[in-house]
C-alpha cells in the first residue's frame, strides 16, 4: 500500500496563495488516482480536487474551481495542490489521498490510502 505525506499548509492572509504537496512511498503513485479533500472543525470531511495516474483528467469541487490546481510529477512521486485568492472559508485541514481509479474519482469512499493531513489558516 502506498503511504502518503502533505506539506506545505500554513498560515496565509485572505488572497493568498499556499501549495500543497503530498508525497508518496512504497509504491510509485503513477498507476494510482489521488485526491485532496479537507475537513473543518465540525464539518465533515469533503472532496477538494482529484487527478488521474496520468496526469490529463482533473476534477475540482465548484468552490474552488478556477483558483486551486491539481497537478503531478509522477517521475517524483509527488502531486500538489496550488492554491490561489485563498479566502477564509478554505481553512481546514488538507488530506491528499490515492485510489485504485486510475482516472481519478470525486468518490471520497473510493480512496483508501490516506496522509496525515496539513493545516491550511487564511486569516481575513
Known amino acids: 500500500q502506498v503511504q502518503l505525506v502533505e506539506s506545505g499548509g500554513g498560515l496565509v492572509q485572505a488572497g493568498g496563495s499556499l501549495r500543497l504537496s503530498c508525497a508518496a512511498s512504497?509504491?510509485?503513485?503513477?498507476?494510482?488516482?489521488v485526491g485532496w479533500f479537507r475537513q473543518a472543525p465540525g464539518k465533515e470531511r469533503e472532496f477538494v480536487a482529484a487527478?488521474?495516474?496520468?496526469?490529463?483528467?482533473?476534477y475540482y469541487a465548484d468552490s474552488v474551481k478556477g483558483r486551486f490546481t491539481v497537478s503531478r510529477d509522477n517521475a517524483n512521486d509527488l502531486v500538489y495542490l496550488q492554491m490561489n485568492s485563498l479566502k477564509p472559508e478554505d481553512t481546514s485541514i488538507y488530506y491528499c489521498?490515492?485510489?485504485?481509479?486510475?482516472?481519478?474519482?470525486?468518490?471520497?469512499?473510493?480512496?483508501?490510502?490516506w496522509g496525515q493531513g496539513t493545516q491550511v489558516t487564511v486569516s481575513s
Open positions: 489521498a490515492s485510489t485504485y481509479e486510475t482516472a481519478g474519482t470525486r468518490t471520497i469512499d473510493r480512496y483508501n490510502s
Open positions: 512504497g509504491r510509485s503513485l503513477s498507476n494510482y488516482g
Open positions: 487527478i488521474s495516474g496520468g496526469g490529463l483528467i482533473r
